[in-house]
């Protein structure tokens, strides 16, 4: 069994001048790069829920702000690596489909047909998934509590549309899957539709692209005199330049603590931290008013213990816990300004309503 799995780790030769990367490599490389959003847009929310002045538009804006952190990122790995953020994190490179048979080294940069295709599928597709992704969330809530008549045509037509997504989304990924089967069984020179449509494939970094990335330095400036315009565009480009370095060194330096970000708040740690790091239930107010007037607790904790009946519409005081109807304790907190049963001061603005799944 072990000799008929090899090849799905094992390094196997390129033809075209380069060792094409295992499954899990170009797999792995993926999953970074979709662990980076939802960890940002976390820091995001948090960052907006503490400063709605100041970072809420950070907020409201985030997809095309990550847009715009994805662009300048991506640019500039394409352009001195010859590959993208998380590829050459997993020293990968993207050399033409069709080509020399040595291909250029990694410093070079690819061809400008490829890289805009390249940079144009890395920033827009995920960028357009997602927007889709919310809008159908969005119509979905609006389905559940649509004030739209049954037989009007927007109705029709978004009813229409949740109804075709799923078969969408199914043929996106099986899309996908199948295109990575035929990567692992080698009838494929890429795991990704996208790096087809990108007229690209994946290599991995030989001695010599590392020592050409190593060597490649920015050239010093001429002492000739520059033109204005020459100024300005050197400064705008060196500016970017430094913008996208100082980005990518950051995101290469946190990566782990973003994807430990994405794991720590992904739904199904949630459960675990809960069970974890629940509370215990507090216990009642000691202090029990036991004076003329005051109310005793029934044994049945469903019944109030104003009426002595069954609660109806369920309402908690703040200032003491306890539960009571709510006609019975507004008009009681009303009369008294206290808790009926611990004799608490007590105003109206310290009823809570409770609800529960079955209302």
């Not at 400064?235 to 430094?242: E, I, N, V």
Request: glycine share 6%; with cysteine.
């Amino acid at each position: 069994m072990a000799e008929l799995g090899a090849h799905l780790t094992a390094p196997p030769a390129d033809g075209g001048g380069g060792q094409r990367p295992s499954v899990f490599e170009a797999v792995a490389q993926e999953s970074l790069t979709a662990a980076l959003r939802p960890a940002l847009r976390h820091l995001a929310k948090v960052l907006a829920e503490s400063n709605p002045g100041r970072f809420g538009c950070l907020w409201r804006w985030f997809d095309e702000a990550y847009a715009v952190l994805e662009l300048l990122l991506q640019q500039h790995y394409l352009a001195t690596c010859s590959a993208s953020f998380s590829e050459n994190f997993y020293s990968l490179k993207r050399v033409p489909l069709e080509g020399r048979e040595r291909p250029a080294l990694a410093a070079a940069g690819l061809p400008k047909k490829q890289h805009w295709q390249s940079l144009l599928l890395l920033v827009l597709v995920p960028y357009l998934k997602g927007k889709l992704e919310r809008l159908v969330a969005s119509l979905r809530e609006e389905d559940e509590y649509s004030i739209h008549p049954p037989s009007s045509s927007w109705k029709r037509f978004y009813k229409a549309f949740l109804a075709a997504y799923p078969f969408v989304h199914m043929t996106w990924e099986g899309w996908f899957l199948i295109q990575q089967l035929c990567y692992i069984l080698g009838k494929a020179q890429h795991h990704s539709p996208l790096l087809r449509l990108a007229g690209v494939r994946l290599v991995r970094l030989t001695a010599e692209d590392i020592q050409s990335l190593q060597r490649k330095v920015p050239v010093p400036a001429s002492g000739q005199a520059h033109s204005i315009k020459t100024r300005v565009q050197s400064a705008a480009r060196r500016a970017l330049g430094g913008i996208a370095f100082s980005l990518s060194s950051g995101l290469a330096v946190s990566v782990f603590f973003l994807q430990f970000l994405d794991w720590w708040y992904s739904s199904e740690n949630q459960e675990t931290i809960k069970s974890l790091t629940a509370l215990p239930t507090p216990p009642p107010p000691v202090h029990l008013d036991h004076g003329e007037g005051s109310v005793l607790l029934p044994k049945l904790k469903t019944v109030c213990p104003l009426c002595r009946k069954i609660r109806v519409n369920a309402t908690a005081l703040s200032t003491s816990g306890f539960v009571f109807c709510y006609r019975c304790v507004y008009s009681y907190v009303k009369a008294h300004q206290r808790c009926p049963v611990t004799g608490y001061a007590t105003e109206l603005q310290h009823l809570v309503k409770l609800y529960s799944p079955e209302s």
